[in-house]
């Protein structure tokens, strides 16, 4: 057994990336939230459409927190990728944006509402503020249930959405995780450069495997995330 990497990479007004997808097979070499779906006898579900010619469901999920002010454009240019991605036959028509409001005190959630009478958006809207990564899980754990692929991506898209289109097509060759790294973090300031170099390393040091300059820009379909929604932590640290 082998755990396939595949880098592939673009150029950018902003920045340079990569994206990592890894088959999984081989349980030593990835952490073990990620290694999941084979321990449980998961396969690839890629293969399963593929073969079938039917076309996956795709939920992309934003996590919201006083947001008001970016999440129209968010909106606009994440629905325009889905729009693109079944013109291509990559996914199916009903895909859809899933926003995660956590507990905005603004009128983010005025503004999801509204978006949802046009565009093909769904919202989930926590009680209260209760943290970025817990309103990623909140978004997976629905998108486990009625989705076949889940990428998540931060509202202010400083991630390269074009890399969806790579990450779509690494999911149909196989691939149940694929991670958006930064290939260089040149629009970062001095200080937000070199503070993540140390968090990178620190982890290191303490025996974290992590993925490095990647944050929470990801793919994982249906076989990851039934193995993700049995983790019961609450502390969620998901990143890498």
């Given at each position: 057994m082998h755990t396939a990497l595949y880098k592939a990479s673009w150029d950018d007004d902003k920045e340079q990336g990569r994206v990592l997808a890894f088959l999984l097979q081989t349980p030593s070499d990835l952490p073990?939230?990620?290694?999941?779906?084979?321990?449980?006898?998961a396969s690839s579900t890629a293969e399963v459409w593929v073969k079938s010619g039917e076309r996956p469901i795709l939920g992309i999920v934003v996590p919201c927190f006083n947001e008001s002010a970016t999440i129209d454009v968010c909106a606009s240019r994440l629905a325009e990728t889905i729009v693109t991605l079944v013109e291509r036959g990559k996914i199916a028509a009903d895909s859809f944006l899933l926003?995660?409001?956590?507990?905005?005190?603004?009128n983010t959630?005025?503004?999801?509402?509204?978006?949802?009478?046009?565009?093909a958006v769904r919202g989930i809207k926590l009680a209260a503020n209760t943290g970025h990564q817990n309103a990623w899980m909140a978004?997976?754990?629905?998108?486990?249930?009625?989705?076949?692929?889940?990428?998540?991506?931060?509202?202010?898209?400083?991630?390269?959405?074009?890399?969806?289109?790579?990450?779509i097509d690494d999911y149909l060759?196989?691939?149940?995780i694929v991670f958006g790294v930064r290939q260089n973090r040149n629009?970062?300031?001095w200080w937000k450069r070199n503070s993540a170099v140390v968090f990178y390393k620190l982890l290191a040091v303490m025996g974290v495997?992590?993925?490095?300059?990647?944050?929470?820009?990801?793919?994982?379909?249906?076989?990851?995330?039934?193995?993700?929604?049995q983790f019961p932590e609450r502390n969620l640290y998901l990143r890498g």
């Open positions: 073990a939230a990620i290694i999941a779906p084979i321990l449980l006898g926003f995660v409001d956590d507990g905005s005190r603004d959630w005025a503004i999801i509402s509204s978006l949802q009478s046009t565009v978004g997976l754990d629905f998108c486990a249930q009625h989705t076949d692929i889940a990428i998540s991506i931060d509202a202010d898209l400083q991630d390269d959405i074009n890399a969806i289109y790579l990450m060759r196989g691939s149940d629009s970062d300031s495997k992590n993925v490095e300059n990647h944050a929470d820009f990801r793919l994982m379909s249906k076989a990851a995330l039934a193995a993700l929604s």
